[in-house]
C-alpha cells in the first residue's frame, strides 16, 4: 500500500475523535477497572455520532477491556443512519500493530457488520492467522510503524468511507493526531478527578515535543448537561 504522507485536498475521510475524559483529563482510572463513566447523556451523544459516520474505530486495548461491539446501537439509531443515505450497520476497525487484541473479545462476537484489523505490512500474515473467521479482513499497511494517512486513503477509495469516528483509546488518538489526521474533537468532560500518573489521557503514545509542532484546534461549541460539558474542537485551518 502506499504510504505517502497525505496532503490534505481529498482522499481522506472527515475523521472525528470522540472521547469522555474525568475533569483531569484521565479516560479511565489507572488500573483500567473504570473507563466507563460518562451519563446517559454522554451515551447518547456517542450514538448520535456514530449515526453520522461511515465507520467506527478504537484501538485492540479498548476493544479488549470493553464489553463493546462498536455498533450503532439500537433501531432508532438504525433507522436514522439510513435516513442520511448510510448504511445500517457502520463498519468497524480495530487498529492492533501487533496482533495482542484478545479473539475471544465482546467486539467479535457480533456479526452485524465487517471488522477490518488494521496492523503493519509485516504483521498481517500472523494477525490474519490468530483471528481467522472472526474479522473480515486484516489490512498491513506500513512496514514498522501502522501508515494511518495511506489506510484513510485506503478506506475512503476501496470502502467509500467520508466519515471515520475514532474512539480512543490514547494510544490510537495520538497517533492519528500526530500525522494530523484529526478534522474534529468531541470531548464530554465529567465531574470526577481519577489521578493516576499513568491513567490513560485522551492523546498518549509518543506525542509532540514541541510547542510549535503541537496539533492545534479551536473550540467550536460547547455545552452543557447536568454536570457535564460538551466541547467540539475543530482543526485549525492554517494546520491543513
Ligand atoms: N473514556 C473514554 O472515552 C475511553 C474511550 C476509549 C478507551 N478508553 C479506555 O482507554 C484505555 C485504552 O487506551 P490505551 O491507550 O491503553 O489503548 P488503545 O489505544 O485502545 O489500544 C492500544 C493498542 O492498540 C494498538 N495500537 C494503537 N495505536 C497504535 C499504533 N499507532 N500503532 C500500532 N498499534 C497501535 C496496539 O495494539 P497491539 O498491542 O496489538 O500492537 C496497542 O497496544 C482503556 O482503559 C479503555 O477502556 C476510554
Redesign the pocket.
Known sequence: MNSKRRTRNGGFPFVLVN???SADGK??TAN?AV?SFGSTSDHENLLKLRATADAVM?????AD??DINLGPGGKRFQRLRVKRGLAKYNLRVI???????NPAAEVFKHDFSPIIILTTTPAAGRVGKSLLHRVSEVIGCGRS??DFAAFLQWLRRERKVKRLLC???????D?LFRAGLVDELHLTVCPEIFGGRTA?TIA??SGFARLAAAAQFELKSSRRVGDEMFLVFVRRRNER
Open positions: 472521547m469522555a475524559m479516560i479511565a483500567r473507563s478504537c484501538g485492540a486495548r479498548t477491556l470493553n487498529v492492533s500493530g501487533r496482533g495482542s487484541i510503524e501502522i474512539e480512543g483509546g490514547g494510544e490510537l488518538n497517533a490513560p498518549d503514545g
